[in-house]
């Protein structure tokens, strides 16, 4: 079965520091693999997503992912993070089933 | 603007009462989701809908049930029988078969116990 793992419940760091969100999946062959954010009390939204091609992918707000097969892993990556970066974070799993699976989420806190 | 609607933003369900809450889209998806949020647990499925009249059970189907009698509309009643629904629901769509297209969200809808 396919599943989703967020290590990090609670991560915090400084305006304008580079950040990394880690994702680990678990599903027989390559999966389609996402990045959502979600603000307080609101929806999700998209910020990239990966299903083939080149392993490093570009998403909005200026968000990275690399697919790293090897490691089964799926990181989200920043250069400087912005206060307004601050918000919860999902990584998501499809194995082909039109259903997404989500991790448990990381919020990221930002300080000043 | 096309997107989906969840209605209402709050409600509030007392012991033994059913709720209903509304999910509409206008942006001609097929299929439509509900997923339930927990703190700490992330979002689990309840139910989802490839077509109009047939929808499937998710993770965590007990104490729910849906209908999808229009396209547009993916209403999710919560019954007395779910015993913990206290919870934040969202409602997505997306076209069927287009495993690689993303989840379209609506804004939620928090659900408490008076």
């Known amino acids: 079965a396919q599943s989703v793992t967020q290590p990090d419940i609670h991560i915090t760091v400084s305006e304008g520091a580079s950040l990394e969100l880690r994702c680990n999946y678990s599903?027989?062959?390559?999966?389609?693999l996402f990045w959502y954010v979600q603000s307080p009390g609101q929806g999700l939204q998209l910020l990239l997503k990966?299903?083939?091609?080149?392993?490093l992918v570009q998403g909005i707000k200026g968000f990275e992912a690399e697919f790293k097969r090897s490691q089964s892993s799926f990181n989200l990556r920043k250069p400087s993070v912005h206060w307004s970066d601050a918000a919860e974070y999902f990584c998501?799993?499809?194995?082909?089933?039109?259903?997404?699976?989500f991790g448990t989420g990381t919020l990221l806190a930002v300080q000043p | 603007d096309g997107g989906i609607t969840q209605s209402p933003k709050y409600l509030f369900r007392k012991e033994g009462q059913n709720v209903t809450l509304s999910c509409e889209q206008n942006?001609?998806?097929?299929?439509m989701y509900w997923y339930r949020q927990d703190p700490g647990q992330g979002l689990r499925l309840i139910y989802y809908s490839q077509i109009v009249n047939d929808f499937q059970k998710g993770d965590i189907a007990e104490g729910y049930s849906v209908s999808r009698e229009k396209k547009e509309s993916f209403p999710l009643t919560v019954t007395s029988a779910q015993k913990n629904p206290t919870a934040f629901y969202l409602c997505?769509?997306?076209?069927?078969?287009?495993?690689?297209?993303?989840?379209?969200f609506g804004s939620g809808t928090q659900l408490s116990v008076l």
């Open positions: 942006l001609n998806h097929d299929a």
């Open positions: 997505a769509s997306t076209t069927w078969g287009q495993t690689n297209e993303k989840l379209f």
């Open positions: 599903y027989g062959a390559t999966p389609y």
């Open positions: 990966y299903f083939s091609g080149d392993t």
């Open positions: 998501a799993v499809d194995g082909a089933t039109n259903k997404l699976i």
